[in-house]
């Protein structure tokens, strides 16, 4: 069979998913159990996977949904246990004292306080901590839900305290011949090659992520503002690009002084210290407030079952710090216990469930729940209780609704990743043929040939939508793409680093981050919906990355990178004019007035 032939068939299971969730719309607990039977036929009959490794990859795909299904239950609970408290009304005060303008509450939670939270946790943990609190502040729940899938973008490649640069761009190269004559010609050692890659992967996620505060305000006022205008998004241009560089600079010098495990952490958090402090004293901020129409108005799709909102005043009064507290201890406690040298790391990982040889393929599937970030965010909503001294029955109520939308979510998370594990594992077949994934890549390449560099974060993407992490997007494609950077003569590195950078992109449309985000927020069966919108801020950020790779391997030039790096930033002035006329147009209705 051809290649061809073989990569549309295998594009088979991705096709379904598309049609089912994102065109027809299909709640994911109906359209993920069909594609779940669509990858099975396919991998079975055609590829000639054997039943036990299906059944086998199905499993590992269970545990990880269980994983997964873990840190949304704990996030739900950690905002269920602040609303009985009383501490979502505290911080829903300090948003409004800092600023009751819901762009630039959206922007400093999502990309700054999200980007801390994803280089301490990953695994899609922030968007399911961001979401509940923007519904807790008064968001709809389908724009909490999209905004804060935003966030999973630039900061993703160095989750986690780096491991999609560490475990998963590592993992991809460690031990491959052609990799270590390009480590011995650049005259470095194995780990310092990695480390560079790092740190080009940070120069293209700065450069785009400046923009992405934008984007994320536009976004918002355009599918969620009374006017569905992105204008009034545009308006923010000077604080939202302010942001963009108050987190992306330090982000990139971190990755490229300090290495990979703290760019995002460090960038959220030094973003942090700029930004809060100069939206207090009015810097770059626009005059005029946008808020939500009112919530009688809103469309019934953007509202969830999360009910977080308070008639009246609280049940007691809890002080601004320590309604805090918790999100800074669920920090802290998954920094500290991501830190391979501090003794925590080991005592957390040494308890493993695990099922080895599973039917008889040789296939171990383990997991670490101690290690898992739910676990954390469980604690921390026990440690809540005593904290701001609550009754057993206000706990036991947000224990109660936790598990009611957990259990919804999990009707959609247990087709979901075993799809996508028995689609990554297919490469053990009786056809000879290599694993799905990789047949597409392959495919691909010999499609697009020499301009394959603008391509090269799309693989990265679809891998990352496909496996629902960036990190076994690097796992499975980091050698390939090096492969084929080396084959048309250009820098293999630069080729990896933008797989690695649009395989973050990626986690915007992942199917699990999106069903867990959207379980969070109390928002289920408009997977699809979400999806759609998040397809916009990908398909940028694929397209943008690329062209700038291209110049970067190429030059500048009457090429393809240039003409759409001129497109793009095309569009980026003509955005900024439209939120500079947008300013003068209300400055002046407001002076006729």
Not at 112 to 117: A, E, T
Not at 222 to 229: L, V
Not at 433 to 457: C, H, I, K, Q, Y
Not at 565 to 579: C, E, P, R, T
């Amino acid at each position: 069979m051809s290649i061809g032939m073989l990569s549309l068939i295998a594009l088979i299971p991705i096709i379904s998913v598309f049609v089912f969730l994102v065109i027809l719309r299909w709640p994911a607990k109906w359209a993920m159990p069909v594609a779940l039977v669509v990858t099975v036929i396919v991998a079975g009959l055609v590829w000639q996977v054997p039943t036990n490794q299906i059944g086998a990859a199905a499993i590992k795909g269970l545990f990880t949904a269980l994983e997964v299904g873990l840190i949304v239950f704990g996030a739900i609970l950690l905002l269920n246990t602040l609303k009985e408290s009383g501490a979502i009304h505290t911080i829903r005060k300090g948003f409004t004292a800092i600023t009751p303008d819901r762009r630039i509450q959206a922007i400093i939670i999502c990309w700054l306080f999200g980007s801390f939270l994803e280089g301490a946790a990953g695994w899609g943990a922030p968007a399911t901590i961001v979401g509940p609190l923007l519904v807790g502040i008064g968001f709809p729940a389908m724009g909490a839900v999209m905004v804060a899938l935003i966030l999973e973008s630039t900061p993703v490649s160095f989750g986690a305290i780096g491991t999609p640069i560490l475990v998963g761009v590592n993992s991809g190269l460690k031990g491959s011949d052609i990799v270590g004559e390009r480590v011995a010609e650049v005259g470095t050692s194995y780990m310092g090659f990695i480390d560079g890659i790092g740190g080009e992967v940070a120069i293209f996620h700065g450069i785009v992520g400046i923009l992405m505060p934008l984007f994320l305000s536009a976004m918002l006022t355009r599918f969620f503002g009374k006017k569905k205008s992105a204008r009034e998004g545009l308006a923010v241009w000077k604080f939202a690009i302010f942001t963009g560089f108050a987190f992306s600079v330090p982000y990139a010098l971190v990755a490229n002084i300090l290495g990979p495990e703290f760019p995002a952490l460090l960038g959220g958090l030094i973003g942090l210290a700029i930004v809060i402090p100069a939206a207090r004293k009015g810097l770059f901020m626009p005059k005029q407030t946008w808020d939500f129409d009112d919530r009688k108005n809103w469309d019934p799709e953007w509202i969830g079952n999360l009910k977080v909102t308070e008639d009246g005043q609280p049940v007691r009064k809890i002080g601004m710090m320590s309604a805090w507290m918790p999100y800074l201890l669920v920090a802290v406690l998954l920094v500290v216990t991501r830190i391979s040298s501090l003794p925590f790391n080991g005592w957390l990982k040494s308890w493993v469930i695990s099922l080895e040889d599973l039917f008889g393929t040789g296939m171990t599937v383990s997991t670490q729940p101690l290690y898992v970030p739910g676990t954390v965010f469980v604690i921390v909503s026990l440690i809540v209780v005593f904290l701001h001294r609550m009754k057993a029955p206000e706990y036991g109520r947000a224990v109660k609704d936790s598990f009611k939308t957990v259990v919804s979510a999990m009707a959609a998370l247990i087709f979901t990743v075993p799809m996508v594990q028995i689609f990554i594992n297919s490469g053990v077949n009786a056809a000879d043929f290599a694993s799905m994934p990789l047949v597409l890549a392959e495919s691909m390449s010999n499609l697009v040939g020499d301009v394959w560099p603008v391509v090269a974060p799309t693989i990265g993407a679809i891998g990352a939508f496909v496996a629902g992490s960036n990190t076994i997007s690097n796992m499975m494609f980091s050698l390939f793409q090096f492969g084929v950077g080396d084959s048309i003569g250009a820098t293999p590195e630069t080729v990896v680093a933008l797989q690695a950078v649009g395989g973050a992109a990626g986690n915007m449309i992942c199917v699990h981050n999106v069903v867990a985000a959207s379980a969070a927020a109390g928002l289920l069966g408009k997977e699809g919906t979400i999806i759609r919108k998040t397809l916009i801020p990908t398909a940028f950020y694929v397209v943008f990355a690329g062209a700038l790779g291209f110049v970067v391997i190429n030059g500048i030039g009457f090429n393809i990178g240039t003409l759409l790096l001129v497109i793009v930033l095309g569009l980026v002035v003509i955005a900024i004019k439209k939120g500079i006329s947008y300013n003068r147009d209300t400055e002046q209705v407001d002076l006729s007035a």
